[in-house]
């Protein structure tokens, strides 16, 4: 397909797939599971993958799935989502992650998909190909049993412990609920189920084994394991359709005996420290970038999702890597937005990656204009585009990929 620096990027052959796993093993620092080896092509098809060949052996790689991703205000998106992007350390600095990149985002534009998504395993690479940060989570740890809930606090109840068999039957169906209200979120697929779920090898893991709580508009996935004599409740993942079903799961969380201490992560504004009577009893440990955004069509993605003020204004997007970029002129009224090209003085600079990072309304304009990467002519119209891209719900990653 293309070659550089007699380097070759071309398409993956489905025999190539052992000897990309060990391209990936080397380039991530770990192996994969067994279930990784059944349901992972499933997944991530290897005929859709990328390879940078030098000679007869595999020195980059690439892959993508075409996912259905929830925005702001409910609607959805059809995006790329980028994944096991890696080149071997022999062959660095030698113009073949942009080889990659430039074959994968070709195609993407022929496809027509309107953002590309990803998790970035390094934060400084990824910004000169027009990705920003779009997502975060936080950290958090709370000592088992100390966490009193505030009287005001509901105890609606509802939730069960449940067997492998009965999380198989609830846990897609809800998360599928969940994911259409939450922008971020992705729809998926059976064979992620069951390769990070479900799978037999991944019920005992390192030690810990993992249970299932259900409510019937939530659930938890959760391992506990001791170690020096404490237990570590750790929640993989805790999806809430409803602000019941939030509580309600936490208090069973927060309520377990032996437990020592519960980790999890939550979204920025999720409400539980604001449940207990003491928030810092949900002490924060650290706060992560979870996905990356860039924006492919710039009409098409910001007409897709909704807005939470009237906007009228003309931005200058800079595509330092593809031809996205240009000056349009958005307008909103009543949440729904119309975009195009035009020849109008701009009101706002950023550039493409900026754009992604704004999207799904994680992150703020007005701090980007604070660190000089949007040049505003009028503040007012800075002001009425950072309250435009704010959301009425955290955004969240649906499944890590």
């Known amino acids: 397909m293309a070659s550089t620096n007699g380097i070759t990027v071309r398409s993956a052959r489905a025999e190539e797939r052992p000897e990309v796993i060990r391209l990936q093993d080397m380039g991530f620092g770990m192996s994969g599971s067994p279930a990784d080896a059944e349901f992972g092509p499933q997944v991530f098809d290897i005929e859709r993958a990328l390879v940078a060949v030098d000679g007869d052996r595999l020195v980059g790689h690439a892959n993508d799935r075409v996912m259905t991703v929830t925005v702001p205000g409910g609607n959805t998106v059809q995006a790329s989502g980028v994944t096991g992007v890696v080149v071997t350390p022999t062959h660095r600095r030698r113009g073949i992650l942009r080889a990659l990149y430039t074959e994968l985002h070709r195609r993407i534009e022929s496809e027509g998909q309107p953002l590309t998504i990803f998790y970035a395993s390094e934060g400084a690479i990824y910004g000169r190909f027009g990705y920003g940060p779009s997502i975060a989570e936080v950290d958090v740890s709370i000592q088992g049993r100390t966490a009193e809930f505030r009287s005001t606090t509901p ?19 809800i998360y599928d609920r969940w994911r259409r209200l939450t922008p971020g979120a992705q729809d998926r697929p059976e064979a992620r189920w069951r390769q990070r779920v479900f799978a037999e090898s991944i019920q005992h893991q390192d030690g810990a084994v993992q249970f299932f709580l259900i409510h019937p508009d939530g659930y938890v996935i959760l391992r506990r394991a001791w170690a020096d004599n404490k237990n570590t409740a750790t929640v993989h993942e805790l999806r809430a359709v409803t602000a019941e079903a939030h509580v309600a799961l936490w208090r069973v969380l927060l309520s377990m005996d032996l437990v020592h201490t519960v980790e999890a992560n939550l979204s920025d504004n999720d409400p539980l420290p604001y449940l207990v009577t003491d928030p810092r009893l949900v002490r924060v440990t650290g706060r992560h970038d979870t996905l990356w955004t860039r924006v492919m069509d710039v009409p098409a993605a910001l007409t897709a999702r909704s807005y ?10 800079d595509d330092p890597f593809r031809n996205a970029g240009g000056v349009f002129a958005l307008r909103v009224r009543d949440g729904v937005a119309d975009c195009e090209r035009t020849d109008r003085t701009p009101d706002l600079e950023l550039g493409i990656d900026v754009l992604g990072s704004l999207y799904f309304g994680t992150y703020r304009a007005r701090v980007y204009a604070a660190a000089n990467r949007i040049q505003a002519k009028d503040p007012a119209a800075l002001r009425a585009f950072d309250e435009a891209f704010t959301g009425d719900r955290d955004a969240e990653l649906g499944w890590f990929f």
Not at 155 to 173: F, N, Q, T
Not at 308 to 317: A, F, T
Request: proline share 7%; hydrophobic share 50%; aromatic share 0%.
């Open 308 to 317: 939470q003020r009237d906007l009228d204004v003309v931005l200058s997007v």
């Open 155 to 173: 105890d609606p109840g509802g939730v069960r412990v449940a067997s492998l068999a009965e999380a198989e039957l609830a846990l897609p169906e």
